[in-house]
């Protein structure tokens, strides 16, 4: 089975970029993470919600509420797909670094995905 990848984009081909099930594991985690609550019309509680993050201010009790904020997404909307193993938000400056452990359900592979962001 072929997966559209995200963002979309073209191939060498000229036709729509596709990948495996594990880059398009990846790629719905990564718009998860950074889809804002509300942001999706017919899903209004959907998203992570972590480019609010960019501009707020660090310091471990917000970094440990949101490693707790992005575990319970990810467990809400792909808990079907993956089971997280551990999460790890890091902010430095303007740049919001979150790495994410987890083991794909259908092939039981164990994958770290690392989505960074900045201001």
């Known amino acids: 089975m072929q997966h559209v990848r995200f963002p979309i984009r073209i191939d060498g081909r000229g036709r729509t970029s ?10 719905m985690l990564e718009q998860l993470l950074f889809t804002h609550a509300g942001e999706r019309v017919n899903r209004p509680d959907f998203g992570g919600g972590l480019l609010q993050m960019v501009f707020a201010p660090g310091g471990d009790q917000l970094s440990a509420a ?33 790495s994410v452990s987890y083991t794909l359900r259908k092939t039981q592979q164990q994958k770290t995905s690392t989505f960074t962001r900045s201001n």
């Open 18 to 27: 596709t990948g495996t099930y594990e880059q398009h594991v990846e790629d």
């Open 66 to 98: 949101t490693q707790f904020m992005v575990a319970g997404s990810i467990q809400q909307w792909l808990g079907d797909l993956l089971q997280v193993e551990s999460v790890d938000v890091s902010q430095t400056d303007s740049t919001l670094s979150v």
